[in-house]
């Protein structure tokens, strides 16, 4: 019995290491020029979900796991609740929904090249043309 238990423990372990190991670390990004140098998960949110004009959100497709996850952890939002949310700022006039961008590279570039650019992607995808201020756990 104990043989088996510890088998099971080991493969539970190895399991949770593994899924563990595909999730991506996602960051928020800024074009380089932007005097941002941090902001909070919540600070983020304000941009992706219309609540403040300051930056030029870029989203992933909604088919997108990483935006899944990403509305989760800065707003703890799903995204029906995100295209509720865009639906009605739309239709009333007060916003328009975040560009959708087929890939983080796509996203990278588009930040890159727009000073009031604002991103997600994962963390592995940073490279020079981009800066980095939230870091989401």
């Known amino acids: 019995m104990n043989k088996l238990f510890i088998h099971l423990l ?57 935006r899944a996850e990403f509305y989760k952890k800065v707003a703890d939002k799903d995204l029906s609740e995100v295209k509720t949310i865009w639906s009605k700022l739309v239709f009333t006039g007060k916003g328009t929904a975040p560009k959708e961008l087929h890939s983080s590279a796509e996203v990278k570039k588009a930040v890159a090249a727009n ?23």
């Open 10 to 66: 080991l493969a539970a372990t190895v399991m949770t290491g593994a899924s563990m190991a595909h999730a991506a670390e996602l960051v928020v990004i800024v074009n380089t020029a932007n005097p941002a140098t941090a902001m909070t998960a919540t600070q983020a949110s304000q941009f992706f979900l219309g609540k403040s004009p300051m930056f030029t959100p870029v989203d992933l497709p909604d088919n997108s796991p990483l």
């Open 115 to 137: 000073p009031t650019g604002i991103g997600y992607i994962e963390r592995s995808a940073v490279d020079a043309t981009v800066k980095v201020v939230t870091v989401l756990p």
